[in-house]
């Protein structure tokens, strides 16, 4: 071997032995990275393994809390209610004592009756036959009469509570059968007019067209009450009824003069004569009453232009009318009568104001003039017990007009009145020491109360009722009657879990 082989031969060697250990150091680096790779990812999985072992653990602790609580809040309540059963309890022992007591007494009470009565046994033994028989009959005879005095009362006040009952459910059937609506109208008559320039005209030259107007008419024009408006004022109100249209019709034609006013006040007249006819003829349709004479008629026409207590009195008579056949027909009477005897009964409220009659008497002589039955003319005169009621029909009238009068909202005077009304009654409650809070319900006519249960007790509640109704009847003015209701209410509530 020569000399350059043996040095290539050790170079390759070297160089062979060179690069197996570069290979080896780069295979031992691949593999220490490996190794420490899945280190690291080995680590990360048991972190996050015990970070889910410890997370289950927290919610388990928060879970075995929250039990430790509810049972806890329910150890509470069970207590709270031992507590009060114990009252109840205490309560319960304190009745027993007071009934063992009671007992007690019953029985030292029974012992002194059966030493007396064992005394009358012997005195009895000594008695003839005859005297034991007349002794005993006078103790039946005092027996009986106790057991007859308490059947009758019995008997009597059931039989009272029973008509009472009948009576109330009739009249509720026959309110229940009919529902009308509530007329509210103003009481004052307000013509508009197109602009302030009439007022002049209707004035006239040195007021002449005005007191033409207020001479044909009987009502007095205010000028000065708000503009582009008069009001008619009259305490007539069919006069003021033909004032108004005697006044549109003036301005809608636009001559006003004395002739022109004259012509204009006649034509209106004859107007509402015509209405007044035709707003009796309906009523009478309506109600299908056959027979009534022509002046009575003309009078009952005119109540469709009166208001007492802003109700249309014609509206007032028609619905009392029903009411009265209603209630006659419940009763087995005749319903005819009753119903003109309703329709009648405020007829006087159209006459003229002369003479010093109620409208009840005035009313009643004008049935009786134009051939009414007598019947009906005494319930006419009768409905406000100014005379004698001599018939059932009366009753019925007083009892429908009652309920056509007071019923809740039918006379309202205007919704500013009604307003202050139920806050004047609702302040007078509130004013009463306790009071937590008052309203006024079915229009007014019924006053709850609701007091505070922790300073005011049931004799407590009783003395405010009283109080409210004595401020209300010295201080307000209504119609009817308004029923003051107090509660005092205690509520107790427990939750279940």
């Given at each position: 071997?020569?000399?350059?082989?043996?040095?290539?031969?050790?170079?390759?060697?070297?160089?062979?032995?060179?690069?197996?250990i570069?290979i080896?150091?780069?295979q031992?680096r691949?593999?220490?990275?490996?190794?420490?790779?899945?280190?690291?990812?080995g680590?990360k999985?048991?972190?996050?393994?015990?970070?889910?072992?410890?997370?289950?653990?927290?919610?388990?602790?928060?879970?075995?809390?929250?039990?430790?609580e509810?049972?806890?809040?329910?150890?509470?309540?069970?207590?709270?209610?031992?507590?009060?059963?114990?009252?109840?309890f205490?309560?319960?022992?304190?009745?027993?004592?007071?009934?063992q007591?009671?007992?007690?007494?019953?029985?030292?009470?029974?012992?002194?009756?059966?030493?007396?009565?064992?005394?009358?046994?012997?005195?009895?033994?000594?008695?003839?036959?005859?005297e034991?028989?007349?002794?005993?009959?006078?103790?039946?005879?005092?027996?009986?009469?106790?057991?007859l005095?308490?059947?009758?009362?019995?008997?009597?006040?059931?039989?009272?509570?029973?008509?009472?009952?009948?009576?109330?459910?009739?009249?509720?059937?026959s309110?229940?059968?009919?529902?009308?609506?509530?007329?509210?109208?103003?009481?004052?008559?307000?013509?508009?007019?197109?602009?302030?320039?009439?007022?002049?005209?209707?004035?006239?030259?040195?007021?002449?067209?005005?007191?033409?107007?207020?001479?044909?008419?009987?009502?007095?024009?205010?000028m000065?009450?708000?503009p582009d408006?008069v009001?008619?004022?009259?305490?007539?109100?069919?006069?003021r009824?033909?004032?108004?249209?005697?006044?549109?019709?003036?301005i809608?034609?636009g001559?006003?003069?004395?002739?022109?006013?004259?012509?204009?006040?006649?034509s209106?007249?004859?107007?509402?004569?015509?209405?007044?006819f035709?707003f009796?003829?309906?009523?009478?349709?309506?109600?299908?009453?056959?027979?009534?004479?022509?002046?009575?008629?003309?009078?009952?026409?005119?109540l469709?232009?009166?208001?007492s207590?802003?109700?249309?009195?014609?509206?007032?008579?028609?619905?009392?009318?029903?009411?009265?056949?209603?209630?006659?027909?419940?009763?087995?009477?005749?319903?005819?009568?009753?119903?003109?005897?309703?329709?009648?009964?405020?007829?006087?409220?159209?006459?003229s104001?002369?003479?010093?009659?109620?409208?009840?008497?005035?009313g009643?002589?004008?049935?009786?003039?134009?051939?009414?039955?007598?019947?009906?003319?005494?319930?006419i005169?009768?409905?406000?017990?100014?005379?004698?009621?001599?018939?059932?029909?009366?009753?019925?009238?007083?009892?429908?007009?009652?309920?056509?009068?007071?019923?809740p909202?039918?006379?309202?005077?205007?919704?500013?009145?009604?307003?202050?009304?139920?806050?004047?009654?609702?302040?007078?409650?509130?004013?009463?020491?306790?009071?937590?809070?008052?309203y006024a319900?079915?229009?007014?006519?019924?006053?709850?109360?609701?007091?505070?249960?922790?300073?005011?007790?049931d004799?407590?509640?009783?003395?405010?009722?009283?109080?409210?109704?004595s401020?209300?009847?010295?201080?307000?003015?209504?119609?009817?009657?308004?029923?003051i209701?107090?509660?005092?209410?205690?509520?107790?509530?427990?939750?279940?879990?």
């Amino acid at each position: 071997m020569n000399t350059d082989t043996i040095i290539t031969f050790s170079l390759g060697l070297f160089f062979g032995v060179a690069a197996y250990i570069l290979i080896s150091n780069r295979q031992l680096r691949i593999l220490r990275k490996n190794l420490t790779q899945n280190a690291e990812i080995g680590v990360k999985q048991k972190r996050l393994e015990l970070e889910e072992k410890i997370a289950k653990q927290v919610i388990e602790i928060q879970a075995k809390e929250t039990e430790i609580e509810r049972k806890l809040f329910a150890s509470n309540e069970l207590e709270r209610e031992i507590s009060l059963k114990a009252k109840v309890f205490l309560k319960k022992e304190n009745e027993f004592l007071k009934e063992q007591k009671f007992l007690d007494e019953a029985k030292y009470d029974a012992k002194k009756l059966q030493r007396f009565y064992r005394l009358k046994l012997h005195q009895i033994t000594q008695m003839s036959q005859k005297e034991a028989r007349e002794l005993l009959i006078e103790a039946t005879k005092k027996d009986c009469e106790n057991e007859l005095e308490l059947l009758r009362r019995e008997k009597l006040g059931r039989s009272e509570s029973e008509i009472n009952e009948e009576a109330r459910k009739v009249l509720l059937a026959s309110m229940q059968r009919l529902s009308s609506q509530a007329m509210n109208d103003a009481t004052a008559t307000i013509v508009k007019l197109p602009n302030e320039e009439l007022k002049g005209r209707i004035i006239g030259k040195e007021g002449r067209n005005i007191r033409t107007f207020e001479h044909a008419t009987g009502t007095t024009l205010m000028m000065d009450e708000s503009p582009d408006s008069v009001l008619v004022s009259s305490f007539d109100p069919v006069r003021r009824e033909v004032a108004r249209l005697a006044l549109e019709s003036l301005i809608r034609d636009g001559r006003i003069h004395p002739a022109s006013i004259e012509e204009s006040v006649k034509s209106s007249e004859e107007e509402i004569n015509v209405s007044m006819f035709e707003f009796a003829q309906n009523a009478v349709r309506e109600l299908r009453i056959n027979s009534i004479a022509p002046g009575i008629l003309s009078s009952l026409g005119r109540l469709h232009f009166r208001l007492s207590n802003n109700q249309n009195t014609l509206e007032h008579s028609i619905e009392v009318a029903n009411f009265c056949a209603l209630l006659a027909a419940e009763l087995g009477l005749d319903p005819n009568k009753a119903k003109r005897a309703g329709l009648l009964h405020d007829i006087g409220k159209a006459l003229s104001e002369e003479g010093h009659e109620s409208h009840a008497i005035a009313g009643a002589k004008l049935a009786k003039k134009c051939g009414e039955d007598d019947s009906v003319v005494n319930a006419i005169a009768a409905h406000h017990k100014e005379v004698e009621a001599e018939t059932v029909y009366a009753s019925l009238v007083m009892i429908a007009d009652s309920i056509s009068a007071t019923r809740p909202g039918v006379r309202t005077s205007s919704v500013d009145g009604f307003l202050q009304r139920v806050r004047s009654i609702e302040s007078i409650a509130k004013e009463q020491k306790g009071v937590h809070e008052a309203y006024a319900i079915q229009a007014g006519k019924e006053l709850r109360v609701i007091v505070k249960p922790d300073q005011v007790d049931d004799d407590g509640s009783q003395h405010i009722a009283k109080r409210i109704r004595s401020r209300i009847e010295n201080e307000l003015t209504y119609t009817g009657s308004i029923t003051i209701t107090v509660i005092r209410e205690k509520r107790f509530s427990e939750t279940a879990l």
